[in-house]
C-alpha cells in the first residue's frame, strides 16, 4: 500500500529478514493507481476498467483495513 517511498522502505525490511527475492512485491499509489516494481523507476499504469487493477487495489484495501484495525485494537 504506497507508493515509491514505501515499496523502498519495504524491501528494506525484506532485505533485513532475508526474504528480498523470495516474495513477490509492488506498490500502488493511490492517486493515479500507479505500480512501482523494485528497481524500476517508471511507474506501470493499468486501464481504470482492469480486473487486474480491481484485483490489486482489494489488495491494498484490505491491507490497509488490517494495518488500521490492527492499530486500534492496541489502543
Known sequence: DGGKG???SALKSLDILGLRGKIAIIGIA???EELYYPNDPIPLYLDKKSETLKIIQQLRNEAHRFGIEHHRNKR
Open 6 to 8: 514505501q515499496l523502498s
Open 30 to 32: 493511490k492517486r493515479l
